[in-house]
């Protein structure tokens, strides 16, 4: 499957601690984001990459959120001090991103990771 | 800014009939407009989109939209549903004017229920 995936798809953790997700575009998409979707909502922005640069950032992502790109392959996104609130789904998406018209580019997204923090 | 609104919560037909989820937006600039289909524990499956050109896109699965730019609208439509159809629909739009260039914006969702 040439797929985005995502890992863990599940993660349970208690308050307070620090939890990290991956996410493995498509291959050769130089665009990659971040949503987080609630029970009932649609996805959210969170944070966009074109290749290893972070371009964009929500002002959901809070200083306790980090993402990075490091190689303009895979992703992580790392929540420190998780609270009750952060319990969510975390859905990654890719896109092609090439030259001019990335802008119309479709945005194909991963099985998500599903958080929950008791 | 930038908005989606998807006006129905749930959407109910009985299978073979003709169905319609409503979506309408607010951007500043260029509409481009989404459809995305989730299932139950699923990411989302992309459907089809509308960047510019003839008014009616055709998707996958036999779904097609309509953008209606004086109504500001993107109905998502298909011709005779079927069970299979039932999952929960997402509508989204980016700015094509903008400097947010990477983010999409989300409706609520409208949950379509098919029965046979």
């Known amino acids: 499957d040439t797929g985005v995936s995502q890992n863990p798809r599940h993660k349970i953790t208690k308050r307070g601690q620090n939890v990290t997700f991956r996410c493995d575009p498509i291959?050769?998409?130089?665009?990659l984001y971040w949503y987080r979707q609630t029970l009932g909502q649609g996805p959210e922005f969170l944070t966009y990459?074109?290749?290893?640069?972070?371009?964009?950032k929500s002002r959901l992502l809070s200083d306790r959120f980090s993402a990075e790109r490091p190689k303009g392959s895979f992703s992580t996104l790392e929540i420190q001090r998780t609270e009750q609130g952060d319990s969510a789904m975390y859905l990654c998406?890719?896109?092609?991103?090439?030259?001019?018209?990335?802008?119309?580019?479709?945005?194909?997204f991963g099985p998500g990771t599903r958080l929950t923090v008791l | 800014a930038q908005s989606v609104a998807q006006p129905e919560d749930q959407v109910n037909v009985a299978e073979g009939n003709p169905l319609t989820v409503k979506c309408t937006y607010s951007?500043?600039?260029?509409?481009?407009l989404f459809w995305y289909v989730q299932y139950p524990n699923r990411g989302l499956q992309f459907l089809l989109k509308?960047?510019?050109?003839?008014?009616l896109v055709k998707g996958s699965y036999g779904f097609e939209a309509e953008f209606n730019k004086s109504q500001t609208s993107f109905h998502l439509k298909k011709p005779s549903a079927l069970v299979s159809d039932s999952a929960l629909y997402f509508c989204?739009?980016?700015?094509?004017?903008?400097?947010?260039?990477?983010?999409?914006?989300f409706g609520r969702g409208t949950q379509l229920t098919v029965w046979p």
């Open positions: 509308y960047i510019t050109g003839d008014n």
């Open positions: 291959s050769e998409h130089n665009r």
């Open positions: 989204a739009v980016r700015d094509g004017g903008g400097s947010t260039l990477g983010r999409l914006y």
């Open positions: 998406a890719s896109s092609p991103g090439h030259g001019i018209t990335g802008g119309t580019d479709t945005q194909y």
């Open positions: 951007v500043s600039g260029n509409p481009y």
């Open positions: 990459f074109q290749n290893e640069a972070q371009l964009e």
